[in-house]
Structures are given as C-alpha cells and as structure tokens.
T-cell receptor, first 114, second 114 residues
C-alpha cells in the first residue's frame, strides 16, 4: 500500500464519453501531480497542484483535459469527449512539496477507449 | 528543449553481472535527481535521490548513482544484479529552471536472466 489511492483502477469507455478519475494523496502531502504513461514510455507530466492551486497546466494534452483539487485534498482528472489516443495509464503522485522531496505514486488508472 | 534522456531502452544481463544505466538531463539551474523503479505490475517506487552534498548516493537494494554536474549525468549502478532486479527504471529531475515539476526520462527496461 503506497498511501496514494486512485479510483478506479480500470476504466473502459466508448469514444466520445467523458471520464473522471480520482486521486487521494497521502494526507499531509500538499503537492499533487498527474501523469500519463503509455506503453514503453516514461510518465509524461500533465499538471500539478500545490495545495488547491494548480501551478502548471500548460502540459495538459488538450482542452479536453482538466483537473481540480478542491480544498487541497483529493484531486480529479477529467477527460471530455474521449478519443482512442487517450488510452493510457493515468498516474497520480503526491509529495510534501519543495523540490527535494520524494513523490509517492499510486497504482494508476488504466483507461481504455473503445 | 529541457529533457531527461535515458540512452538504453532495453538491457539484458545475466545474474551477477554489473549494471550501469545512463541518465542525462538538459536542465540548468539547481537540480534534484531521482531514480524510480517499476517492478512488473507494481507502482513506481523510489530507488534513490540526490539533493546536495556527496555526489555518490546510495539507495535501496544495493543500487547507487553518481551525480556528475559537468556531464549533466546521474547514472545508476549496481555491482551485481539479481533476477529480482528485473524491472523498468526511470530517471527523473526537478529543476528550479523548469517550474519545479518532476520530469521523467523514457525508462530502461532491464531483464536479468537467472
């Protein structure tokens, strides 16, 4: 158990549908990251939060992607109008914040768009 | 462009062989460096990290890495690998010149033959 929880673990959706993933970080962690990982590639940075503030969102893959972290606790990642190219593993990580602190990863949500 | 490069995509070794995986980054400024490992079917977990001080850092399971600032490198080493080291290894960087985001290389898949 890593302490970072992601839900669901797997999601199969039809093209054009909206999906939302949830991440619960380790409770005292104020920084939260979202990544996408495709087969054979390293995690690709999407966005991150410092408490409830989204500090970087320019790497979100398109305007169909959005993320929130209300109250600085859990976070959600939404993909609207899904496309087959969105099929990937979506990873969440959290850390205490600051450059030098270790990020702890969840198990990820595997999205398959059919 | 700022990036993290891992030169070896696939490495196959026999047990007891020595391991060195390359990692180079192109960020300027102050960097913090990490190696993460992903065993089959498991989440990413930290092997070791460099923040400051001694450029030779030791991690879990007998792994070590050396930060060579002049070469922008942070190579991972292990003197004698075991079958249980079969996994994918990711180098990651946080730079104050790049928004303090944790950015990963493409990964190296290591297979250790028994």
């Amino acid at each position: 158990d890593t302490g970072v929880s992601q839900d669901p673990r797997h999601k199969i959706t039809k093209r054009g549908q909206n999906v939302t993933f949830r991440c619960d970080p380790i409770s005292e962690h104020n920084r939260l990251y979202w990544y996408r990982q495709t087969l054979g590639q390293g995690p690709e940075f999407l966005t991150y939060f410092q408490n409830e503030a989204q500090l970087e969102k320019s790497r979100l893959l398109s305007d169909r992607f959005s993320a929130e972290r209300p109250k600085g606790s859990f976070s959600t990642l939404e993909i609207q109008r899904t496309e087959q190219g969105d099929s990937a593993m979506y990873l969440c990580a959290s850390s205490l914040g600051g450059r030098g602190t270790e990020a702890f990863f969840g198990q990820g949500t595997r999205l398959t768009v059919v | 462009a700022q990036s993290v490069s891992q030169h070896n995509h696939h490495v196959i070794l026999s047990e007891a062989a020595s391991l060195e995986l390359g990692c180079n980054y192109s960020y300027g400024g102050t960097v913090n460096l990490f190696w993460y490992v992903q065993y089959p079917g498991q989440h990413l977990q930290l092997l070791l990290k460099y923040f400051s001080g001694d450029p030779l850092v030791k991690g879990i399971k007998g792994f070590e890495a050396e930060f060579i600032k002049s070469k922008f490198s942070f190579n991972l080493r292990k003197p004698s690998v075991q079958w249980s080291d079969t996994a994918e290894y990711f180098c990651a960087v946080i730079s104050n010149n790049a928004g303090n985001m944790l950015t990963f290389g493409g990964g190296t898949r290591l297979m250790v033959k028994p």
